[in-house]
């Protein structure tokens, strides 16, 4: 049985489930990186960073030209 009645302090009998709801979800990482379009072609410009701020410092260290062609974007990795 995945349940058993609780009694609560105002005595309303509820049912509390024993699996925990977290194990069963995957956890999604983001990871942020610098990309632009090549001949209508996704082509990553970096390695995946841990958070946005690092990848706008990174894009910020391009040059100015290069830096106008070149986009943040997220991906979602599943562990």
């Not at 509390?16 to 069963?24: D, E, I, N, T, V």
């Not at 841990?50 to 990795?77: D, H, Q, S, W, Y």
Request: net charge positive; charged share 30%.
């Amino acid at each position: 049985m995945l349940t058993s009645p609780v009694a609560t302090p105002g005595g309303v009998v509820s049912s509390r489930c024993h699996l925990c709801y977290k194990s069963q979800m995957p956890k999604i990482i983001l990871k942020w990186l610098l990309f632009k379009y090549v001949d209508g072609q996704f082509t990553p410009l970096s390695k995946p960073f841990k958070t946005k701020a690092e990848a706008e410092k990174a894009r910020l260290k391009l040059p100015e030209r290069e830096r106008r062609g070149v986009a943040m974007g997220v991906i979602r990795i599943k562990k």
